[in-house]
T-cell receptor, first 115, second 116 residues
Framework: AQKITQTQPGMFVQEKEAVTLDCTYDTSDPSYGLFWYKQPSSGEMIFLIYQGSYDQQNATEGRYSLNFQKARKSANLVISASQLGDSAMYFC????????????WGAGTKLIIKP | DAGVTQSPTHLIKTRGQQVTLRCSPK?????VSWYQQALGQGPQFIFQYYEEEERQRGNFPDRFSGHQFPNYSSELNVNALLLGDSALYLC???????????????FGEGSRLTVL
């Protein structure tokens, strides 16, 4: 079974609009972390935001926020006021306590911001 | 402060050849992990090095091997290259905390390998 599922292969969004990228996960480990990374065409993975399984509040980092719904096992990324520079691949990833060293990744969502 | 640096950025090899990819971690980081990202897919974990030892390994054959040096830099070696080894190879570094957990991971821009 897929541990990280991103159901949106691609999205087109108008500049300045908010966008939600979906991510669902599957784990039996009570201690885990969820990450979102941005990958522009250059290839580098850029860290955006992190949510720990025990965190009481949803994580926020500038224009990025994570809509964490633990019971539904979802960790959607919300980008407010999208910009042209937000066009990139976005990946959701999970790190389980028992697999401290490895990230498990989704297939990614290609986001294109239209002017 | 230099981030994670990888070399070479691009390379082309033929089937059966061997390749070595290099990674220098971000300053202050002691853990290096390697990921393979095939075109259009998410990265797959290859292995992770800490204190010059392989600590965890993903589902990759023995053709994939690595090394970590005393200065924390790392190499990824792939022997007997196959067409399917064509991918972007990403290196990530992190700092191991006192509890043994690793904080945020920082990635390099990757080495794009093409096998013909």
């Amino acid at each position: 079974a897929q541990k990280i599922t991103q159901t949106q292969p691609g999205m087109f969004v108008q500049e300045k609009e908010a966008v939600t990228l979906d991510c669902t996960y599957d784990t039996s480990d009570p201690s885990y972390g969820l990450f979102w990374y941005k990958q522009p065409s250059s290839g580098e993975m850029i860290f955006l935001i992190y949510q720990g399984s025990y965190d009481q509040q949803n994580a926020t980092e500038g224009r990025y926020s994570l809509n964490f719904q633990k019971a539904r096992k979802s960790a959607n990324l919300v980008i407010s006021a999208s910009q042209l520079g937000d066009s990139a691949m976005y990946f959701c990833a999970m790190r389980e306590r028992d697999s401290n060293y490895q990230l498990i990744w989704g297939a990614g969502t290609k986001l294109i911001i239209k002017p | 402060d230099a981030g994670v640096t990888q070399s070479p950025t691009h390379l082309i090899k033929t089937r059966g050849q061997q390749v070595t990819l290099r990674c220098s971690p971000k300053s202050g980081h002691d853990t290096v992990s390697w990921y393979q990202q095939a075109l259009g897919q998410g990265p797959q974990f290859i292995f992770q090095y800490y204190e010059e030892e392989e600590r965890q390994r993903g589902n990759f054959p023995d053709r994939f091997s690595g090394h970590q040096f005393p200065n924390y830099s790392s190499e990824l070696n792939v022997n007997a290259l196959l067409l399917g080894d064509s991918a972007l190879y990403l290196c990530a570094s992190g700092r191991t905390g006192t509890s043994g957990t690793i904080g945020e991971l920082f990635f390099g821009e990757g080495s794009r390998l093409t096998v013909l």
